[in-house]
């Protein structure tokens, strides 16, 4: 290893960043701006989706069984329900169950104890495997001997499913908007610096400097802004994470805050990644075109 | 060493630089090349490194057709041919050592071989003893020199000089021109190009002379002025206000 070398090499790099450091602030300031909100977007999304999950899951098909049915009937087409697999499970709530439950459930808030006789039929509750069945399930229930009716809270179910599908959408939109600005901030950040160094370029070029010797300061100070700035993200997220949450999740306490499926380390190298092969990219095009000029 | 055949050059703007130039130039010479401003030396020096391609023509430097040389080559062509400017072209934050050592470090060399080739190159042009100094603490003679020591660091075998001692004093001019002609004497191609009539003559070597373009002589121990022996008052010549 030829130290000496390195050390020019890395020379030239810090020449290039502090030549101009309000622009590379500004690049990093892009950058930043650009992966916090890619980081919490996904973040959200992925919240969301463990919401939606949760409140999916929670979804239960109510089978109303027809008058007359027999404890022995409800059985039979409960253990029937069972054997499907897309069913996750079948509770059986006779009507003098079923009644004490509602009346548990009202209480404090309508006098039930009006009520002289019980006028819930008996019932089957069922929950599916995979919340997208619920529909398919439902209406191969709807079509099974002695079930009077079959309710579900359809709408719910829908519109969950469409709203995680539109924002993922927007969001994946409005990072992709982002992540081009940052391109052409940093970009211009590196041709500013080109141009500041155009008397050396033209001295290397001069003197036989390879093309790609004369790119590589340029294109490193491209990664570097890149790279500090999804830096300053993650610890912006992270910040956000133990300082910012906690409040919401108190705030909103029905609401299952808690983003499962994020690996933090995988989640935090993909984001630095992400950054510094913006920097990179935007450099080496904005590099490429002065030299070839 | 170097061959031009045929080379004409138009700019896009349609001037006619060189005109069907046919030039042979043997390994080991000290040639200058002498002309009005802008009867096209710039422009032919500029196609000996590359800077410039000819309209037509074949351009041989070193064995190296230059004007088929793909753009990844050029930089092993400009190793072999060191150029010097009017304008010294040093960079101001560097020191002189800096500046030298800058040629080499940007084509890839190693710590070792920059620690033995600067000394060397700062010692021929005689300016060991001003390593440490920046470019605005030279004087202009010293700056061509140290521009002279970065082109000589890579070993060239030919040194391309376009007005060399253009910015420079009458003293300061012998200095350096003495310097170009011990480099020449090391080995190494020199072609100068210059109207500082008082340098061609004191030297007396080949002249080529260029005017529109067209090579209109071409003497071995030539005088600045075409058969005319040396200038008549050539001392006033070489005043500063007329150096440039």
Not at chain 1, 85 to 103: D, E, F, H
Not at chain 1, 249 to 276: C, D, V
Not at chain 2, 26 to 51: D, I, N, P
Not at chain 2, 179 to 187: C, D, E, V
Request: proline share 4%.
């Amino acid at each position: 290893m030829d130290w000496g070398r390195l050390r020019f090499f890395l020379g030239e790099v810090w020449r290039n960043f502090t030549r101009n450091l309000i622009m590379q602030l500004t690049a990093i300031g892009t950058v930043t701006v650009t992966i916090a909100l890619l980081g919490s977007f996904l973040f959200t999304r992925d919240t969301l989706g463990s919401i939606g999950d949760d409140v999916l899951k929670k979804i239960e098909i109510s089978v109303f069984l027809r008058d007359g049915a027999t404890p022995a009937d409800a059985h039979k087409l409960a253990a029937e329900l069972s054997a499907d697999r897309r069913v996750r499970s079948v509770a059986y709530i006779p009507k003098a169950l079923g009644l004490q439950q509602m009346r548990e459930r009202l209480r404090g808030q309508i006098d039930t104890s009006l009520l002289t006789s019980n006028p819930l039929p008996d019932a089957l509750r069922v929950r599916v495997v995979d919340p997208e069945q619920v529909r398919a399930v439902a209406a191969s229930i709807r079509m099974k001997p002695g079930v009077a009716n079959v309710e579900y809270a359809e709408d719910a179910v829908q519109k969950l499913l469409r709203i995680s599908d539109v924002l993922g959408r927007i969001g994946l939109g409005v990072v992709v908007l982002l992540i081009f600005t940052a391109a052409i901030i940093i970009s211009n950040t590196i041709r500013l610096t080109v141009f500041a160094r155009r008397r050396e370029i033209a001295i290397m070029q001069l003197v036989g400097a390879s093309g790609t010797y004369i790119r590589l300061p340029f294109i490193c100070e491209g990664f570097l802004d890149g790279l500090l700035g999804s830096a300053l993200a993650l610890a912006l997220l992270e910040l956000a994470r133990f300082q910012l949450l906690p409040k919401v999740a108190a705030a909103l306490p029905f609401l299952p805050m808690r983003a499962a499926n994020i690996n933090q380390l995988t989640f935090g190298l993909e984001l630095l990644l992400i950054g510094a092969a913006v920097g990179v990219v935007a450099s080496w095009l904005s590099v490429g075109r002065y030299l070839r000029a | 060493m170097i061959a031009l055949r045929g080379v004409s050059l138009v700019y896009a703007n349609g001037t006619r630089a060189l005109d069907a130039i046919d030039l042979e130039i043997a390994k080991g010479s000290f040639v200058f090349l002498v002309g009005h401003s802008g009867t096209g030396k710039s422009s032919l020096l500029r196609l000996l490194y590359r800077e410039q391609l000819p309209t037509r023509g074949e351009v041989t430097v070193d064995g190296i057709r230059v004007d088929k040389l793909r753009r990844s080559r050029v930089p092993l062509l400009r190793r072999n041919v060191g150029v010097v400017f009017q304008d010294f072209k040093l960079l101001s934050d560097k020191t002189v050592w800096e500046n030298v050592a800058f040629a080499l470090q940007v084509t890839g060399a190693r710590t070792r071989d920059v620690m033995r080739q600067v000394p060397r190159v700062l010692e021929l042009v005689g300016l060991a003893h001003k390593a440490r100094m920046f470019p605005s603490e030279l004087s202009g003679g010293e700056q061509q020199r140290t521009a002279i020591a970065r082109a000589l660091v890579n070993n060239p075998k030919i040194l391309l000089c376009d007005e060399p001692t253009g910015n420079l004093d009458p003293a300061n001019t012998n200095d350096v021109m003495d310097l170009l002609h011990r480099i020449n004497l090391k080995g190494t191609t020199v072609l100068i190009a210059t109207h500082n009539a008082l340098v061609v003559d004191r030297m007396r070597r080949r002249v080529i002379r260029l005017e529109d373009g067209k090579i209109v002589a071409d003497e071995e121990r030539g005088y600045y002025l075409a058969s005319a022996g040396t200038v008549p008052g050539a001392e006033r010549l070489q005043a500063p206000a007329q150096s440039a």
